[in-house]
């Protein structure tokens, strides 16, 4: 385990996206996206999740506890946006009040992977330019 | 006699109420425009906010970029809710509906009006639309026909800034002025679209017994292209930029947001208009709701407006009346029903409020073979325009369907859902996630049919009990489809089942009895959802008895007051209704200057 | 002194490596300014290289209409820093975020001429100067009919192409319009036409739009010129709110080598500069013979931009600086 936590986010977030780490520091949203996750689910369990091996994501998605934090880090990459935790998780872990669902910000909206996974670009942000839906698609 | 404060005062600042202040103004006429709703927008980094509060919005929702304040209140589509038959009224919203079935369509209250969440859809009306009732014996004629139409409709394509093609609009008897060339080239045809017309152009779909040859059409579009150098005889056409930043939205970004808010203001809003009517004596008072129409003793003419000012958070002004020589209200089809209604004018013919028309939006979906890069581009840059007219409109409803670059967005809450379903339902993550999404979204394809309405005077706005903010009485709705309507969904429903066939795509279209805008026929559903068209509650026509407004949308009852706007239109036909509203203001404004006489010296 | 058709060919190569050579510091600046803040200093940056483009588009027209053979790609486009094309190299000109440093550069670049300064056709103080003498050249040796060789399909043509509030392409076929042409360039940039740097003229006079050096000026000193304002006077408008710390804090003179070889960040600034080379690819195709294609560069320039905002996002170790567009010519 080597790194800040930022760092180790980044590495397990990467993993978990299937992006590059540099694509996600290039978003400019680790940072922001840590520091949700670390409010919405505690300290604690987020220091747990980024404990674990990020080269094994399968044993992470299947741990009762960490698996539902890794799949909602997966969807703020992806859509920039907090869906709140599983009922049964915040029974057993405690429920944060930064635990509510939402869009976590215009720029993490503007970040979402899901746009450059379909190989087109966030509405309403980083146009293409003219006549670029004209032309055949990279995805 | 007392000298009036102006020539004219105007309630609305939308496309109508801009148009006619901007005209009027050019005209050297005093004018006064009353805005219900805020200024947002009027300078580049209210606008840029919007944009942002958009961005941030957890549904993106055509009103979701805009404020929204108690006093000036507009209905949202996240109010529609299913009805019970025989239930109580839903009043969730800012709309008392008791249905049968529920109004979906929203607007919005605000500078520019509801043309700054619009798609910028501009297609003419065709002939056949402005003789509904000598052609097919329903729906009835309209006073005009498209002849008499057609100069302004030309006007309007030069106000709202219109890409598009002659060659390509020449269809189901269109016609246009020799030499004429729409102001920009047409739009760029996404790639989806010329997938399309390779698939498609000229294979019959096979309809009410006929089989009628498909055209995959470019759709003239207010948004701002490659200006064409052969418009105005030669002399070309400008863009018009943004309000507060004319530099930026001189072309189209594909910023794929159009609805509800182009980044760029590369589409047209009313804050264009609104713009240009201020280099003229127009006065603007946004958060100024029109409270009354005040009439003469004799009822004959309209003395004032009264209308309230609000300062959201502070208790609302007391009601000031303005006086004018001319009154022009350009609400919209539900403003202007409920103002007069609330003012007891303009009713001799007991039509207002009633005929309440909508576009009821009946969306197919269903998954390529093949990528066509969904998501990128206008949300429409073409349309199936085939099946808007044509002799089964004595028995079905006439329909356009707008072919959608957005992949299943409203239909299937796409891509968000995707993604949803991606990792929470199917376990997915890293690049088996990134690849499962990259193999479906861009080929998501969906169809938007438009379904025809016609007048019904039990589809109707009356005045609800309950109150606004400030203490109005709010739109209490009316609302059914009828058997003519619900033929022409299924009408639709089968030309989609056909079109997804010839493109080899497997349907995926779903409708349930949970939605709220289910409907049956035969044993069928259907699903609809609201255009955001609002037509048909102030029809124009040519007898006082029946209408109530003449052919220049001016009141049968009230000698200077005019009613512009959609709700000016005895039938919705298949055209979306800007371009024509537009139009049809500027002939009102033609009409106000003759009325006004000479400019005063 | 410019004395022969080729000479004058020459020069307005020059002219086209110049203007390019103002593009890329001027987009690091706009494109470290961020999403959501500093938009009104971004929108005066954005229109200075909109017009910058159409200075580059005017001056190709101009070259092609002189039968020359316009040349954008990696043997003319310069590696930061570096001094502008043939000037005097009183100054550098560096790739760097939005600071005071690099809009005093700007300042530097748009200089306008001093009262009475001599044409330069070479080692100029200001550009203003180098396309004094360059127009001196065209009214003088373009007055011979024979040397407009150029085909005109090789001419961006106005209305193909926006430039934002910049104005529009001239298609250029002969002196006159060769000289419209080179006014529009220099009257946006530098401003030279009566708008002498004399101290106590009238800034913004009848024009409509700043010259880029006073664009500049307001982004430095954080205020507007109004009327009636003049060099001695400064601005006296409304404030600019300038949000330093919102700027990605991009290392200066970004180098595809700051990255070890195999590095992730390697191969995102290798990226980068592979849009880059498809956009100068596309530019040069646009002015020798396909001027449509330059809708095709815009796009570049946007997912350029993309890219480039990426890497100024990506840290580079302790000290806060992050990585940026390296704007490496092309091999």
């Known amino acids: 385990m080597t790194g800040t936590p930022l760092e180790r986010f980044v590495a397990l977030s990467a993993a978990l996206t299937g992006f590059r780490a540099v694509e996600l520091w290039g978003t400019g949203q680790a940072e922001p996206h840590l520091r949700l996750v670390l409010s919405a689910c505690g300290e604690e369990h987020v220091a747990e999740l980024l404990a674990a091996d990020p080269e094994d994501t399968g044993a992470i998605l299947a741990d009762p506890g960490l698996g539902p934090i890794a799949r909602n880090v997966i969807v703020l990459w992806y859509l920039g946006q907090w869906d709140q935790m599983p009922r049964h998780w915040r029974d057993r872990h405690g429920a944060s009040p930064a635990d509510s669902a939402g869009v976590a910000s215009a720029a993490a909206f503007r970040a979402g992977l899901v746009w450059r996974a379909i190989g087109a670009h966030p509405t309403g942000a980083n146009p293409p330019g003219f006549g670029s839906w004209a032309t055949p698609p990279a995805v | ?601 | 002194m410019i004395d022969t058709p080729k000479a004058l060919r020459e020069h307005l190569q020059t002219a086209i490596e110049i203007e390019w050579s103002t593009i890329p510091p001027y987009l690091c600046a706009l494109w470290s300014l961020g999403d959501e803040h500093n938009r009104e200093a971004a929108a005066c940056i954005r229109d200075v290289v909109m017009e910058e483009m159409l200075h580059l588009t005017l001056a190709a027209n101009v070259l092609n209409a002189l039968g020359g053979d316009p040349r954008i790609d990696g043997s003319t486009v310069p590696r930061y820093p570096a001094s502008l094309p043939h000037s005097d190299r009183s100054f550098t000109v560096s790739l760097q975020r939005f600071c005071p440093e690099a809009l005093e550069t700007f300042r530097c670049i748009e200089r306008p001429a001093l009262i009475g300064a001599p044409p330069q056709d070479d080692h100029y103080a200001t550009i203003a100067q180098f396309y004094e003498a360059v127009m001196e050249a065209v009214d003088r040796i373009g007055a011979d009919p024979g040397v407009w060789t150029g085909h005109e399909s090789r001419q961006v043509a106005p209305n193909t192409q926006y430039y934002g509030g910049g104005g529009d392409a001239v298609v250029v076929r002969g002196r006159e319009s060769a000289l419209e042409a080179l006014t529009l360039i220099v009257d946006e940039g530098e401003g030279f036409d009566g708008s002498v740097f004399d101290g106590d003229h009238e800034i913004l006079g009848e024009a409509e739009e700043l010259a880029h050096y006073f664009r500049f000026d307001e982004l430095a000193r954080g205020r507007r010129y109004v009327r009636g304002d003049t060099p001695s006077s400064g601005p006296s408008g409304p404030p600019i709110m300038v949000d330093y710390d919102a700027v990605l804090p991009m290392r200066p003179d970004p180098r595809v080598d700051d990255h070890p070889r195999g590095s992730e960040l390697r191969a995102m600034a290798e990226e980068c500069d592979a849009t880059y080379a498809r956009l100068l690819a596309g530019l040069q195709a646009a002015f020798t013979g396909a001027p449509g294609g330059l809708e095709a560069s815009v796009r570049d320039m946007w997912a350029l931009e993309y890219q480039a905002v990426a890497l100024m996002h990506v840290p580079l170790g302790d000290d806060g600086e992050t990585a940026g567009p390296p704007f490496t010519p092309p091999a």
């Open chain 2, 1 to 601: 006699m007392t000298v009036a404060d102006y020539d004219v005062v105007v309630m609305g600042a939308g496309p109508a109420g801009a148009l006619v202040a901007a005209e009027l103004g050019a005209a050297g006429r005093s004018v006064l425009v009353l805005e219900a709703g805020p200024a947002a927008g009027r300078t580049w980094a209210d606008y840029q906010a919007n944009v942002d509060h958009y961005l941030a919005a957890a549904v993106k929702v055509p009103n979701s970029p805009y404020a929204t304040s108690g006093d000036a209140p507009y209905p949202s589509v996240l109010d529609v809710v299913p009805l019970t038959p025989g239930g109580p009224p839903s009043d969730g919203g800012y709309f008392v509906q008791e249905g049968p079935l529920p109004f979906a369509s929203d607007y919005l209250r605000s500078a520019g009006g509801t043309t700054m969440h619009w798609l910028g859809t501009c297609l003419r009306m065709l002939p056949a639309d402005f003789e509904m009732g000598a052609r097919y014996g329903v729906g009835g004629d309209w006073p005009l026909g498209y002849d008499e139409l057609e100069p302004y409709y030309e006007r309007a394509e030069r106000e709202l800034g219109v890409a598009a093609e002659v060659a390509d609009q020449e269809y189901l008897g269109l016609r246009f002025r020799d030499g004429y060339v729409y102001p920009m080239h047409r739009i760029p045809p996404s790639y989806g679209d010329r997938r399309f017309a390779e698939l498609l152009d000229g294979v019959p779909v096979h309809l009410d017994g006929a089989d009628v040859p498909i055209v995959v059409s470019n759709t003239p579009q207010a948004r701002n292209g490659v200006p064409n150098p052969a418009y105005d005889g030669g002399r070309g056409f400008e863009p018009v930029g943004a309000v507060g930043n004319p530099h930026s939205g001189l072309r189209c970004e594909g910023n794929s947001s159009c609805i509800p808010i182009c980044p760029a203001q590369a589409k047209y809003n009313a804050l264009k208009t609104l713009h240009r009517a201020q280099r003229g004596p127009v006065e603007v008072r946004t958060q100024a709701v029109v409270s009354r129409v005040v009439l003469s003793p004799d009822r004959r003419s309209v003395r004032a407006l009264e209308y309230i000012p609000y300062d959201d958070g502070s208790p609302p002004g007391a009601p000031e009346r303005v006086t004018a020589e001319l009154f022009v209200l350009a609400g919209n089809a539900i403003e202007n029903a409920k103002l007069l209604l609330m003012s007891g004018a303009a009713n001799g013919s007991d039509q207002v409020g009633r005929n309440l028309m909508d576009h009821p939006f009946m969306m197919c979906w269903a998954l390529m073979p093949e990528s066509i890069g969904a998501f990128r581009g206008p949300s429409s840059t073409a349309g199936l325009e085939m099946l808007r007219d044509g002799p089964f409109r004595r028995r079905r409803a006439a329909f356009r369907a707008e072919i959608a670059n957005w992949g299943w967005d409203f239909a299937a809450f796409a891509p968000y859902a995707d993604v949803e379903e991606g990792v929470h339902a199917r376990g997915l993550s890293g690049e088996a996630l990134r690849s499962w999404l990259a193999r479906r979204i861009p080929r998501q394809i969906r169809l938007g049919f438009l379904l025809e309405q016609l007048p019904l005077r039990s589809n109707r706005v009356t005045l609800d009990r309950r109150t606004d903010g400030l203490g109005l009485p709010r739109p209490h709705i009316a609302y059914d489809l009828d058997t003519y309507t619900r033929r022409g969904m299924a009408a639709a429903r089968e030309c989609a089942t056909q079109v997804f066939s010839l493109l080899g795509a497997s349907d995926a279209t779903a409708y349930g009895p949970t939605d709220a805008g289910y409907v049956t026929l035969d044993g069928n559903g259907y699903t609809y959802h609201g255009s955001g068209h609002l037509v048909g509650t102030h029809r124009m026509g040519d007898d006082p008895a029946t209408s109530v407004v003449d052919d220049r949308q001016r009141s049968w009852d009230h000698e200077n007051l005019y009613v512009v706007g959609a709700g000016s239109s005895p039938t919705i036909a298949t055209s979306n209704p800007t371009l024509t509203l537009t139009a049809l203001a500027l002939r009102a404004a033609d009409g106000m200057l003759a009325d006004l006489g000479e400019e005063r010296p």
